[in-house]
């Protein structure tokens, strides 16, 4: 029996019943009691209008019986509502909660094997942000937790952890130049949390250290279309530790503003706080193009002195520091912009400008270094790609490599992906420049180019997809 028949039955009970006792009840009341043949009379009526209602409740239930399963309708039985107790009103249903939904947990493993055709003395490759040894290698080890905020499902909070061991953990934060305490935080790549800030479209904002977006290559092997990094991403600021922002104004254009400590500092060095500002163009889904412009100071204004037992120096956390007199205050500017165009399914292109300078005093003759690099990837077929990249970095004043001179490298990628979340890649590149610089076999005997024959194989698993 449907749960309308039987709330129509309970109804047709009830008043039955409190028919067939309203006669006695009105017994006692002499005043107002009708004759017994009115009542037999209305008693009658109301019995034959019960019988019409239940004959009726009949006809519905059996008309809904024959209706499609889809079509039924679907009818809360009365005693499945709980009441609301008198002066309470309502609440709103609970929504679930579970603290770690959406979190995901994802690794990476990156090694590779490197012959350097100059058989550099110490097996060091000049210039390299990560393939630096002649020999057999682990690149990175990672692991990533990220809970991304979802402010359209009501969550506008997130964060993400990222955790790097291997030889690319000291590349990027192994600078005591930089870091007073590198061993504190050299295993934290990226450890930020999120909040979207209900305005306009909303505004997102992270705080704690992130990696740099300055360049268009970043830390992750398998998201790059070379297994070796370019000059540029060696040279570029590799990660922060500040507040960054993102608005987006619409679907084409994004805006981005950084408060930070430094280029590569946890830890702050001195009082200035750098900034950055970015302009993100999307005008088409194939093509995106990034305009920055940083600004900083890099000169410290303390020099630590670990082991130093003098009780007169004061100490951070326990780590003797003594003030620079006179601490030189030349800014740093960063001019940088990238764009990448997917041409077609298996063809990508992407080109990237840069212009950097410092100085030491606010009135010393400035060090700048500029260029750029040119990048293109074929997808030959499912399994097996091609890439290719020419850079050219002009380093005057040494701010990069030491040493005045013009930087170049060409740069040959093939891909196999060998199963999902697996790939190898085999790599020929040549170093070359207008000054004697690499090492060779022999102490103090410098070459003008460096080639390498590199194999790297990148294994990564988890539910987070391509770029990390």
């Known amino acids: 029996m449907s749960g309308r028949s039987r709330s129509i039955n309970t109804i047709?009970?009830?008043?039955?019943?409190?028919?067939?006792?309203?006669?006695?009840?009105?017994?006692?009341?002499?005043?107002?009691?009708?004759?017994?043949?009115?009542?037999?009379?209305?008693?009658?009526?109301?019995?034959?209008?019960i019988q019409r209602l239940q004959n009726r409740a009949n006809e519905l239930e059996a008309k809904v019986s024959a209706m499609p399963p889809q079509q039924k309708p679907v009818v809360q039985a009365a005693e499945q509502v709980a009441p609301t107790p008198a002066g309470q009103t309502a609440a709103a249903p609970e929504p679930a909660?579970?603290?770690?939904?959406?979190?995901?947990?994802?690794?990476?493993?990156?090694?590779?094997?490197?012959?350097?055709?100059?058989?550099?003395?110490?097996?060091?490759?000049?210039?390299?942000?990560?393939?630096v040894i002649d020999a057999f290698a682990l690149n990175q080890a990672v692991v990533v937790f990220e809970n991304a905020p979802d402010p359209e499902h009501g969550k506008r909070y997130g964060l993400r952890l990222d955790l790097q061991f291997g030889q690319a953990t000291a590349t990027l934060?192994?600078?005591?130049?930089?870091?007073?305490?590198?061993?504190?935080?050299?295993n934290i790549f990226q450890?930020?949390?999120?909040?979207?800030?209900?305005?306009?479209?909303?505004?997102?904002?992270?705080?704690?250290?992130?990696?740099?977006?300055?360049?268009?290559?970043?830390?992750?092997?398998?998201?790059?279309?070379?297994?070796?990094?370019?000059?540029?991403?060696?040279?570029?600021?590799?990660?922060h530790t500040g507040v960054r922002m993102n608005y987006q104004l619409n679907k084409a254009v994004g805006l981005n503003y950084w408060i930070t400590n430094g280029t590569q500092q946890t830890e702050p060095f001195n009082g200035f706080r750098d900034q950055c500002f970015?302009?993100?163009?999307?005008?088409?889904?194939n093509l995106s193009w990034n305009i920055n412009y940083y600004v900083g100071q890099e000169h410290p204004d303390i020099v630590f002195l670990p082991g130093s037992t003098n009780p007169s120096l004061p100490s951070d956390q326990g780590l003797p520091f003594a003030p620079i007199?006179?601490?030189?205050?030349?800014?740093?500017h960063v001019f940088d912009?990238?764009?990448?165009?997917?041409?077609?399914?298996?063809?990508?292109?992407?080109?990237?400008?840069?212009?950097?300078?410092?100085?030491?005093?606010?009135?010393?003759?400035?060090?700048?270094?500029?260029?750029?690099?040119?990048?293109a990837r074929y997808q030959l077929s499912p399994r097996v790609a091609v890439a290719s990249r020419f850079e050219y970095l002009s380093d005057?004043?040494?701010?990069?490599?030491?040493?005045?001179?013009?930087?170049?490298?060409?740069?040959?990628?093939?891909?196999?992906?060998?199963?999902?979340?697996?790939?190898?890649?085999?790599?020929?590149?040549?170093?070359?420049?207008?000054?004697?610089?690499?090492?060779?076999?022999?102490?103090?005997?410098?070459?003008?180019?460096?080639?390498?024959?590199?194999?790297?194989?990148?294994?990564?698993?988890?539910?987070?997809?391509?770029?990390?």
């Open 278 to 285: 970015g302009l993100n163009l999307q005008p088409t889904k």
């Open 191 to 239: 450890a930020y949390g999120t909040y979207v800030i209900p305005v306009g479209s909303g505004l997102t904002a992270d705080f704690g250290k992130w990696a740099s977006s300055l360049g268009i290559e970043s830390n992750y092997t398998q998201s790059q279309l070379n297994y070796s990094r370019s000059y540029w991403f060696n040279f570029l600021p590799f990660y």
């Open 337 to 375: 912009s990238y764009a990448t165009w997917n041409v077609s399914p298996k063809l990508t292109l992407a080109l990237e400008a840069d212009y950097v300078l410092q100085r030491l005093y606010e009135n010393s003759p400035p060090s700048h270094a500029s260029g750029g690099a040119g990048y």
């Open 97 to 131: 909660s579970n603290l770690l939904s959406g979190t995901s947990v994802n690794f990476m493993v990156d090694g590779y094997y490197q012959h350097g055709f100059n058989n550099p003395i110490g097996r060091v490759n000049l210039l390299r942000a990560y393939d």
């Open 12 to 49: 047709c009970v009830a008043m039955s019943v409190m028919l067939m006792l309203a006669p006695s009840s009105l017994v006692g009341q002499s005043d107002a009691t009708p004759q017994a043949s009115d009542l037999t009379k209305q008693i009658a009526e109301l019995k034959a209008m």
């Open 325 to 332: 007199p006179g601490a030189p205050e030349g800014k740093l």
């Open 396 to 468: 005057r004043g040494g701010l990069f490599s030491g040493k005045t001179q013009a930087l170049k490298e060409t740069t040959f990628t093939i891909e196999q992906k060998i199963a999902e979340g697996l790939i190898m890649r085999q790599e020929w590149r040549r170093d070359f420049s207008n000054q004697p610089y690499f090492l060779t076999d022999t102490l103090g005997i410098l070459k003008r180019e460096q080639d390498t024959a590199t194999m790297g194989i990148v294994w990564w698993f988890g539910p987070k997809k391509a770029p990390w």
């Open 173 to 186: 934060q192994g600078n005591a130049a930089n870091e007073p305490r590198p061993e504190v935080y050299r």
